[in-house]
């Protein structure tokens, strides 16, 4: 069989059953070579092995799917290890240019294949797709030692599940048994999933364990298929054991000491309570987040069954940090949605009078937007030069990590902050109280109350207006009321290539000030309210994770809502547009469509999405630099600002492609981007899409740099 597998015509084409006679005899023929290899000699094996490639390779071409049924063809190519040869650039660079730029040839292995239908054969099974039938087509061409493969997929009846039997529990609580019947995966009537199996056992077994049956077994999951109906019967068997409830806790430190209060109360268990393996897991990270150690572990000892109930002792073992620090800072980072770089000092006592209260103080001082800075001009004119765009500022910040719980902490922050832009001069002085709240996992509450006082030195009003800017004064007296709720799941703080980030504010201005007669001052203060959100998300396009997706959708708007009050939303609450974060075929702050950009705006629309993958997945090193680190990105961004949000129109959103680079450090990506002008609605009917106008002159718009990914 082997022999006329080779002798063939120039194109051929062979069926899912002599495919696996192929594979039966490449297995037999496997065989007799390594039993040869024991009489031979390796070497004499080593060449009866390594036929010619020209002879015995064919390089994979395309594999197509034929699907019957309601499984995307998606799915099953996920399954294959069997893969599609990459284009004839990409192995030409790797075959005769450099294998590192390039990515090699794959070819058709037949027991890689036959084990890629049998993957496909047995996920059909797992999903109760006992009748279906799966066929292949191999179509060789000799003259090209190329193979297409044809995938063909029946999935016929599916089978349900006909009755769900858990067995072993009788002896719980009713409140433990609500908690096990209530959310089944698995349920009568339903299609049968194996996954869900297994999901429902661990999650039953999760249950128990969060209820003191730290000692629960899982005598049995059985699952039995009736041939008269082609259902199912899933049934659990658990043997849940003793009840168990959190014992003595012992605290060790293997560096420094802290007060037993404060680590006790940040704990969400008490001696006495019913075990529960999720609380001692938070309470860890409860401990971890106060900032004063360098590691803390919460440990369960051996159980002691001899006690009425028994008890599971639990032990602490902590390092505690240096309470007092000073640091000096080197700053990269893209506030403002601009490349910035700057340097800083701080200060920080971790146990400030003693309940680990934090004190911290910071001075910074930034250049934004360093890669449009006129170096010359800078030297000629220092500080006076246009395009030298600063911010200095120094803050002071306390926080209460204990405010009447360990889920609620309280902090206060008092701040001074210069900022020059491009047509004025900006000073803040800020006094912050907030509170955080954690109110589940991955979801947490702020609330903050800011008094600020907001001074503007216009120097180009042409460019600027005042009466738009910071209304009849360039001083401003604000007392702002501030409530946000964030929920994140990314699976990285960097570089998420999974889940999701959503925050929503609501924003209030001018209530306190008008009720306490503005604190006594005579300085003008907004009335306005403010609403916005955030959403980014991430997918992950392959099992590898080399290729990702990325989207941001981001909006919002502010009102003025007293007739009798004009004085606008202050400048440092405003919205922005375009940048290194935002619309990257604009510089920062440099689009808007009604107005100054400079004067910023009461209403935003932005959109971002981004295909981010690797360049060189199994890259090694190269002048050492690890190329798996290195990243590509193609993006399209689009939004603008107005003034005021009835002004918003689709017309005006402004759009912006290109492509990037990034890096992988331990600080995060560094960025690079190009970004063009697709369509610009601040130009002339006739020239705002790219057709219109000449191409780079015209609709290149600058280069972005950055630390992190753009969102």
Known sequence: MVLGFFLMPPIFHVTRIQHQKIVRCARLFLACCAAMSLFAGESRAAAFLSPDPASALYEVRKITFHVDGDIHEETFRSLLQTVESPSRFWTYMYEHVYQKFGAKPEYFDPILFDADILRIEKYLTDHGYFHSVVDTSLHF????????IDISIKENRRSLVDTVRITGLDSLSEDVLQKIYTGRLVKEHSPFVQDDVERERARIYRILVNNGYTTAVVDSVSVRRYLSTDNLTVAFAFHPGKRYVFGQIEIR??????????????????????????????????????????????????????????????????RARELQELSPEV?????????????????????????ARNFSTRLQFRLQSIQDL??????????????????????????????FSNKLNANWTVS????????????????????????????????????ERVAVNIKDTTQVSPELFTGTRQKQFNSILTFTLQRDKT?????????????????????????LGSFGSVLPYAQYYKLSFLA?????????????????????????????NQTPVPPTRKFYAGGSGSVRGWKSRGLSATGSPDEGGNAIIEGNVETRFSLFPKGGSVLKINMENLWGVLFVDCGNIWSDVSLVRPRDIAIAAGFGLRYETFVGPLRFDVGLRIYDPNQATGRQWIVNRKLFTETFSLINFGIGQAF
């Open 536 to 564: 980014r998300h991430y997918f992950p396009a392959n099992e590898e994770r080399t290729f990702i997706w990325a989207i941001k959708l981001r909006g919002g708007f502010a009102k003025l809502y007293n007739r009798n």
């Open 331 to 355: 700053l990269v980072d893209n506030e403002n949605e601009a490349f910035n770089t700057g340097l800083g000092v701080g200060y920080s006592n971790r146990d400030f009078f003693g309940d």
């Open 141 to 148: 061409s000799l003259p090209s030692q190329s193979v297409n």
């Open 374 to 403: 006129n170096w010359s001009g800078a030297v000629r004119n220092g500080f006076n030069e246009p395009s030298l765009l600063a911010r200095a500022d120094l803050q002071m910040q306390m926080i209460q990590p204990y405010f």
């Open 253 to 318: 430190f293997d560096k420094g000491e802290v007060q037993r209060d404060i680590v006790l109360r940040q704990l969400d268990f008490q001696p006495g309570e019913i075990y529960n393996d999720d609380k001692k897991n938070q309470s860890e990270q409860n401990l971890n987040g106060l900032g004063i150690f360098e590691s803390a572990k919460v440990e369960t000892r051996t159980p002691i069954d001899t006690t009425n109930p028994p008890m599971i002792p639990i032990q602490i073992v902590a």
């Open 416 to 451: 001074g902050e210069y900022e020059k832009q491009k047509y004025y001069l900006l000073n803040t002085i800020r006094n912050r109280i907030g509170l955080t709240n954690r109110f589940a996992t991955y979801t947490l509450g702020f609330l903050d109350w800011n008094l």
């Open 491 to 515: 699976n990285d703080v960097f570089s998420p290539t999974e889940g999701f980030f959503h925050t929503a504010s609501i924003e209030e201005a001018g209530v306190v000030p008008s009720l």
